[in-house]
């Protein structure tokens, strides 16, 4: 039995794990390479294993860094069950769909400069039919339901705590008499955010595959997040300025929508919110039909007018008409995707507020190197926006508290309820989080640690065996 890295290794994005065990090869996550080109290109290369000799997949959750290349899985053969919880099967339907959508017209805009370069049209990812055709492979599983799903395979869903749905994977492996616990993390939340509940623990593993996002950061304790937000907004109703929020499609927005009505409600303030992403609204909806695993406090409120995620003076927008119309106002809240701001209808939310000075923009969620994101956390003075240099100067804030992954200190709290793991390998975290976190675990908690490469295998039987891998 062997684990191989396919992906997030010594990066954050684009998740991927072959595990190999006795007759049975299934992955663990097949998301998407995000950030800039070179990115993009590596979505397009060939996987290192055959999809078709895949048996199933198993997905920890719905962000499109963890489920974002399932649909070019199927494309290439893969035709097996891909099991998650009943809201992450739910919530990877729209996304899939969505990331179809921005393939298909990525490629033609590709095609068309092609053709007028002379060069053949270019092929998207995939298309509509692929994510239709894996969306019909999504089977739901509950947490904590223990599932014989291969021979020598068991595996449990445990509340991630990171967003709607979302779990860490516990494996009961075993081959040719030998055993092993595996522990897939996925994406761990960070505890005490609204709606979802707190990440569970887990406290035995031989082997713990564990991301390292925050793995160098704290988020910085400079108040909670719910009131460094109202500061931001009462800045801006007081200068009439717009408050520009990029937003995860799922999560990020649900949780901003429900601080900003505590926060709005809660001051009596008159400030129009706009939630402009069809994707988002779409989640929203996601979200209210799985109020069954929201946490308490969401439960408290769920039977409040309206529940927590619609509210007198917040809107869904949904056409291109109602998007644009927006740019005339002021005053205003926008929440749009994507999160890292390089991508959707935010960029044109970006070219039509970060030259005005009344302007905020709110950074709330990690942002990778080569987006738009990381450029204006960074300082740049000017951005291009379709083409067009854009000068920044709206305020730019970075509300670290509203992460929805563990820092640092949290992620060694979540690992330090594991009993003495034989390996720990860190994985979704660029190179200095990753070897910062290795330090800590290894001097804090006495653990064996490994960073993943790309490609690299870990074997976890006793005794090393010789194994098949695909010949190039
Ligand atoms: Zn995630
Ligand atoms: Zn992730």
């Given amino acids: 039995m062997f684990i191989q890295v396919c992906g997030a290794a010594r990066a954050v994005t684009?998740?991927?794990?072959?595990?190999?065990?006795?007759?049975?090869?299934?992955?663990?996550d097949c998301g998407m390479h995000q950030g800039g080109d070179k990115e993009q290109a590596a979505n397009f290369q060939r996987f290192s294993f055959d999809p078709e000799e895949l048996d199933f997949v198993l997905l920890t959750h719905a962000h499109i860094?963890?489920?974002?290349?399932?649909?070019?899985?199927?494309?290439?053969?893969?035709?097996?069950?891909i099991y998650a919880t009943p809201a992450t099967c739910d919530l990877a339907e729209i996304m899939l769909?969505?990331?179809?959508?921005?393939?298909?017209?990525?490629?033609?805009?590709?095609?068309?400069?092609?053709?007028?370069?002379?060069?053949?049209?270019?092929?998207?990812?995939?298309?509509?039919?692929?994510?239709?055709?894996?969306?019909s492979l999504l089977q739901p599983v509950d947490y904590h339901n223990p599932l014989d799903i291969a021979p020598g395979v068991q595996v449990q869903f445990h509340d991630a705590g990171h967003i709607l749905g979302s779990a860490f994977l516990e494996l009961q492996l075993q081959e040719h008499g030998e055993r092993a616990t595996v522990v897939f993390s996925g994406d761990v939340g960070q505890p005490g955010r609204p709606i979802i509940r707190d990440p569970e623990t887990i406290e035995s593993a031989d082997f713990l595959i564990m991301e390292s996002t925050y793995g160098d950061r704290r988020h910085e304790n400079n108040g909670a997040p719910e009131d460094q937000l109202a500061k931001i907004v009462e800045e801006a109703k007081r200068t009439d300025g717009n408050v520009i929020v990029p937003a995860f499609a799922v999560g990020r927005t649900q949780e901003i929508v429900y601080f900003l009505r505590e926060i709005i409600?809660?001051?009596?303030?008159?400030?129009?919110?706009?939630?402009?992403?069809?994707?988002?609204?779409?989640?929203?909806?996601?979200?209210?039909?799985?109020?069954?695993?929201?946490?308490?406090?969401?439960?408290?409120?769920?039977?409040?007018?309206?529940?927590?995620?619609?509210?007198?003076?917040?809107?869904?927008?949904?056409s291109a008409d109602e998007s644009r119309a927006l740019n005339e106002q002021k005053g205003i809240v926008i929440i749009s995707a994507s999160g890292m701001a390089d991508a959707g209808r935010i960029r044109h939310h970006l070219k039509h507020n970060l030259?005005?000075?009344?302007a905020h923009v709110v950074i709330a969620g990690y942002q990778a190197e080569g987006s738009m994101g990381r450029r204006l956390l960074d300082g740049a003075e000017t951005v291009r926006i379709f083409g067009?240099?854009?000068?920044v100067k709206a305020h730019i804030h970075n509300i670290t508290g509203l992460s929805a992954h563990a820092d640092q200190e949290q992620l060694l709290e979540w690992a330090g309820h594991v009993r003495s793991p034989r390996l720990v390998i860190l994985t979704h975290g660029e190179p200095e989080a990753a070897a910062t976190l290795k330090g800590l675990l290894n001097e804090r908690l006495g653990f064996t640690?490994?960073?993943?490469?790309?490609?690299?295998?870990?074997?976890?039987?006793?005794?090393?065996?010789?194994?098949?891998?695909?010949?190039e």
């Fill in 388 to 391: 067009e240099e854009i000068a």
């Fill in 355 to 358: 030259w005005r000075p009344e």
């Fill in 97 to 135: 769909l969505d990331s179809a959508y921005i393939q298909e017209t990525e490629a033609e805009w590709q095609t068309r400069k092609a053709k007028r370069a002379g060069r053949r049209p270019v092929d998207p990812l995939y298309t509509d039919g692929d994510a239709r055709k894996t969306i």
């Fill in 449 to 471: 640690v490994a960073i993943a490469n790309l490609d690299e295998v870990f074997d976890l039987g006793k005794a090393p065996r010789k194994r098949a891998v695909r010949s």
């Fill in 265 to 318: 409600e809660g001051h009596g303030w008159d400030m129009p919110i706009y939630v402009d992403s069809p994707l988002a609204s779409r989640a929203t909806e996601v979200y209210r039909r799985h109020r069954d695993v929201f946490d308490e406090e969401a439960w408290e409120r769920v039977g409040e007018p309206g529940g927590i995620l619609g509210y007198p003076g917040l809107y869904y927008t949904e």
């Fill in 14 to 28: 684009g998740s991927c794990y072959l595990v190999e065990v006795g007759d049975s090869r299934f992955l663990v």
């Fill in 65 to 81: 860094d963890h489920s974002g290349r399932l649909p070019r899985l199927v494309k290439q053969g893969f035709s097996g069950p």
